[in-house]
Each structure stands twice: as C-alpha cells, then as structure tokens.
C-alpha cells in the first residue's frame, strides 16, 4: 500500500485512504492502534483500524460475519456483551480469535442454559480464555484432595473423573437434580 495522507494532532487523526477521508477521534477505542500503526507506517495494518467494524470485518472469517455493529455465527446473533468484547478486542488491534474459539466450542454444550450462562459468568469471575478458546479455571478442593460437598471425589493431581454429561447440573444456584 502507497502511504496515505494523514494528519494527527492531539485529538484526532485524519487519514486518506483509497481515496476516502477518515477522521477517528481520540478516545475512540480503534484512536491508539491506528496512531501507533501509523508511527510504525505499518500501511497494511491501518486500512483494518478506520472503524471498529472494519477491525472486526478483518477477521470474521468463516462461520463469523460481521453486519454493522452485529456479529453473527452460522446465522445466529452472537450475545451483545460477548459482540461488544470482540469489538472493544479488534478496536485496540488485538485479535479476538480466542473469543471465537470459545463461542464456537460453546455451541457444542448440549445445555442451553450453561451456553447462555457461561460468558456472564466468565466474565464476572475474571476467569480468562485462552488462545485455543479453553477457559482456565480451577476447582476449590479441601486439603486432602477431597471435593467439599461430599468428600468422596479424589481430586489429586492426575486423576481423571468422566461423568454423563446428563448426570451433571446446570442450575448456577448449586441445586441438584
């Protein structure tokens, strides 16, 4: 790409590319990344940082579109607070591929309520995802390895526990079916 014309001031940066005027304002979430690519003249990378959505257009391959502010997987609409995350992710030049990992793993719980649940509660907890789209997280054991409600599952490192997934409760208040 022939570098473009631009501008930057302390405020805005103002950029013509292929022939279109661009103006991103400073405290627009792509402001950061587009000013750094642009330091960098990084013209490859800056076409991608005019607008969140074309941030986000970049990368919404596959079974993931992007339609103004709304991403869709397989036709479906992907939950706002989770869109908004991959947005907030492509606007600061990161690529939020971990997210869609996560949500296309999701889509194979047979739960509905835990694949409606789980982001929220992800998020709420602080407990990350990583690149693959694996959450990490942890299990609370009392000191002899033992689970706390009944003390007879062994959790000692290394040992494997499988259970029908219908065995296993979805209710988020602890209930027991």
Known sequence: MTPPTY???SDTITIVVNGETH??????????????AVARE???????????????EH????????????????GEEVPKELVNR??????????PVSLTRFWE?????????????????LRHEGIPIDEDGCIL???SVRRDYRDHHSGE??????????????KISDDPQGGLS
Request: net charge positive.
């Open 42 to 56: 990084d013209w490859a990378t800056v076409p991608n940082l005019l607008t969140v959505t074309q941030s986000v």
């Open 153 to 166: 599952v062994d959790n000692n490192p290394g040992t494997t526990h499988k259970m029908a997934r219908n």
């Open 137 to 139: 997280a942890y299990k």
């Open 7 to 9: 501008t930057i001031t």
């Open 105 to 121: 793993r999701l889509q194979q719980n047979p739960s509905w309520r835990s694949v409606k649940q789980l982001y929220p509660f």
């Open 86 to 95: 991959i947005l907030s992710m492509a606007a600061k030049g990161d690529n």
């Open 59 to 74: 990368w919404a391959t596959g079974d993931f579109k992007m339609s103004g502010r709304q991403v869709t997987y397989k």
């Open 23 to 36: 103006t991103v304002r400073k405290g627009s979430t792509n402001f950061k990344p587009l000013r750094e």
